[in-house]
């Protein structure tokens, strides 16, 4: 079975500074999806980006970036610029195929502090 | 990205009741949806899993007879919570996902249930 470990619960940044979320995860598949979501305090879930294993450039979208790292199973998030509007929990996640769910880490809760 | 609709947002209701839950998606076809349960500060729970015109996947531990799940069309989904207890009270969020999304799953902004 998969496995989604997101081993930082709580981080702090400050307003304009670049942070680092870590994600690692286990599997024995080749072909895979990864994402992160954010939730911020209304509770919506909103995906922020996502990543194909099959493809070696890492994702980027607009100030979030990710460091895909498959050989290590390491999918890490950075968030450039941060802005207090990134303030939530944010969550890495793990897509095998077809109609399996997601499979979620426990989160980091991020507050951009200004 | 996709919208995904979750009808009502809050719900408060008296113990032994039943509350309906609607999960629709708004602009594109859920081939397969998804119910949630999050509790405080923690990861969301799966509870079930549908796929349109057939019946739901529970997940270990989700009771089938309490947790009803109805996919019957591409476009919506209901959770009935039937004989709702204190215990039921949670926030339960949607997600659909979708033969054109690239595998991607987008959620409704969830329902909060209390039971008193």
């Known amino acids: 079975a998969q496995t989604v470990t997101q081993s930082q619960p709580e981080m702090s940044v400050q307003e304009a500074e670049t942070v680092t979320l870590s994600c690692t995860y286990d599997?024995?598949?080749?072909?895979?999806?990864l994402f992160w979501y954010k939730q911020p305090p209304s509770r919506q879930m909103i995906l922020v980006i996502r990543q194909e294993a099959y493809k070696q450039q890492n994702a980027t979208e607009n100030r979030f970036s990710v460091n895909f790292q498959k050989a290590a199973k390491s999918f890490s998030l950075k968030i450039s610029d941060s802005q207090l509007g990134d303030t939530a929990m944010y969550f890495c996640?793990?897509?095998?195929?077809?109609?399996?769910?997601?499979?979620f880490g426990k989160g980091t809760r991020l507050s951009v502090i200004a | 990205g996709a919208v995904v609709s979750q009808h009502p947002s809050r719900v408060i209701c008296k113990s032994g009741t039943s509350v309906k839950i609607e999960c629709r998606s708004l602009?594109?076809?859920?081939?397969?949806m998804f119910w949630y349960r999050q509790f405080p500060k923690q990861s969301l729970m799966l509870m079930a899993t549908?796929?349109?015109?057939?019946?739901?996947?529970?997940e270990q531990g989700v009771e089938k007879d309490k947790f009803l799940i109805n996919h019957a069309s591409l476009t919506l989904s209901t959770l009935t919570v039937t004989s709702a207890h204190p215990e039921d009270s949670s926030f339960y969020i949607c997600?659909?996902?979708?033969?054109?999304?690239?595998?991607?799953?987008?959620f409704g902004p969830g329902t909060r249930l209390t039971v008193l």
């Open positions: 549908s796929n349109e015109g057939s019946k739901a996947t529970y």
């Open positions: 996640a793990f897509l095998y195929s077809g109609n399996t769910p997601l499979v």
């Open positions: 599997t024995s598949e080749n072909n895979y999806y």
């Open positions: 602009d594109f076809q859920a081939t397969t």
């Open positions: 997600s659909a996902r979708g033969s054109e999304s690239r595998h991607t799953q987008y």
